[in-house]
């Protein structure tokens, strides 16, 4: 069974960093694709990024391409989000979010396994 597990988040200022880490406890995660998304209040949630089960095929989302670099540890059972050059505007909640196909790996909806989410805030 997947069981997803965030941690990482916190409050930085404008132009730090964080790294969110999402660990699973079962045993199926080297074969999960991975995914943030993330929400901010009054908003949808929002792709950010995802990564295949082999780590081959990366994706990012438009607002994060060249700040934010995704990667997993399948020996840790871990996925990872390094944040860089953070704004005031990626003040959100992120969730890491699992699947076996993610068919559309950009969309919420492709993905069946969710974690609690992290609270990364911002300030400017």
């Known amino acids: 069974q997947v069981q997803l597990v965030e941690s990482g988040g916190g409050l930085v200022q404008a132009g730090g960093s964080l790294r969110l880490s999402c660990a699973d406890s079962?045993?199926?995660?080297?074969?999960?694709?991975m995914a943030w998304f993330r929400q901010a209040p009054g908003l949808e949630r929002e792709f950010v990024a995802a990564?295949?089960?082999?780590?081959?095929?990366?994706y990012y989302g438009d607002s994060v391409k060249g700040r934010f670099t995704i990667s997993r540890d399948n020996g840790k059972n871990t996925a990872y989000l390094q944040m860089n050059s953070l704004k005031p505007e990626d003040t959100a909640v992120y969730y890491c979010?699992?699947?076996?196909?993610?068919?559309?790996?950009?969309?919420?909806?492709?993905?069946?396994?969710w974690g609690q989410g992290t609270q990364v805030t911002v300030s400017s």
């Open positions: 979010a699992a699947d076996p196909t993610a068919l559309a790996i950009r969309n919420v909806g492709s993905y069946g396994y």
């Open positions: 990564i295949t089960w082999s780590g081959g095929s990366i």
């Open positions: 079962g045993r199926t995660f080297s074969r999960l694709a």
